[in-house]
């Protein structure tokens, strides 16, 4: 915690004033989610959880992690127009996970038939820590990049607000004006915008493609709302939908219920659970289509943690992004120790490691959505279980992050005011549009900051673990 609220924390009284105060502010802001009780209603709702103070971010990783989100973007860009590359790094991983497997044959059907699709938009979210390692000196390191229905673009957007009127009824008036100002919802609708122009029919809508269940609603609402500013119909539907309603005609245009649609946005579709047959051909359906899929299937792909491990190796970077050497470096300097499990002497030493000192690794599975990790006995317990197995290598091992925890108290509904030990992680959202070979967007969009209690180790906020936070940079 930064130093300046180190007064703060341990002043009982003025906490409990503060915490009142945040509350009310978030509610007023818009830091909203509907309830567990109730997720698809929003008669009855409440704040999304978020910390009481803003948490100390070192102010160089935060500049470095934005620095990179135009040559992480042009990198994901790279490796989903690149086949053979998916094609050999997924190989051993579709062997053994269904999902991922399932994906890739979609993917290859729709390039045997032919991209209808010309216009192509990435929104994506690369997360960090900060690695105080054994010198102490804090480095920033990836954990993921996720292209696939990154959130809380919408509600970090007004949980600045919330953090600076806190700082403010604690006597902090000049650490308030200090908070970045930041709106990805902005950015991201930027995005959004930019594809449904290129896509070229003012008649076109927008589809969100969302869940069943829509307790996240609120922080999808602030990036619709900026599109309905720019007079842009958008319109939400769910895999059922398009199985009941979509149809695509002769030249491949995506129609749901008469109305033609220019870009699918998923924030839907990234865990195997969601998936039952009709839904697959959904998928399939929306893939072959000429809409502008975001991500597209290759994009999906290219976010896995087998790609993402892959990525590290030495000479990967320079084969996909040539002529590119100082993006690369910057890439290269995020990177935390990753390694494959796949089968061979490689794998087996991994394996053989992880086993003998759990603590040192995550062991990661080629899932979205949080909470899939494994760390510490159970980390043991599995890898001992499927060491001799191909199984192995539907995971990817990667060195433990071991952040500085800082002292903050995590406000969620119904639950009473404590300060906990707390670790953050940096999410940075970056947006791009190509359009047949040429980038036409390519941006960094605004970033998102969340923490959690260090009893913890995954989990984000959707998950019910983590909570929002904004940067006090450091």
Known sequence: MAAAWQDVVRDAEAVREAAAVAVDAALLAGVLMRTGEQPNASDVVNYAPFTLLPSAVPRDLFEQAYAVQQDFNLLVDAVSQNREFLEQTLASTIKVDDFTARLFRIYKQVLEEGLAQTVVLGINRSDYMFDCGLEGTAALRQIEINTIAASFGGLTSRTADVHRLVLKVLGKSEEASQLLPNNPAKGLALGIAKAWELYGSQRAVVMFLVEEVQRNIFDQRCVENELWNRNIRVVRKRFRDVFEQGSLDASRRLYMDGQEVAVVYYREGYVPQVYDEQNWEARLLLERSRAVKCPDIATQLAGTK??????????????????HPEAIARIRATFAGLYSLDEGEEGDRMAATAIADPDRFVLKPQREGGGNNLYGEELREVLEKIKDSPERTSYILMDKIKPQPALNYLLRAHSPLQVSECISELGIFGVYVRQGREL??????????????????????????AVLDTPYLV
Do not use: F, Y
């Open 306 to 323: 087998k790609v993402q491990q892959e990525l590290s190796r030495q000479g990967t970077l320079e084969k996909l992004l040539p002529g």
């Open 440 to 465: 036409v967007l390519n941006q960094a969009a605004g970033h998102l900051l969340r923490t959690k209690a260090i009893e913890h180790a995954d989990g984000g906020v959707a998950a019910g673990v």
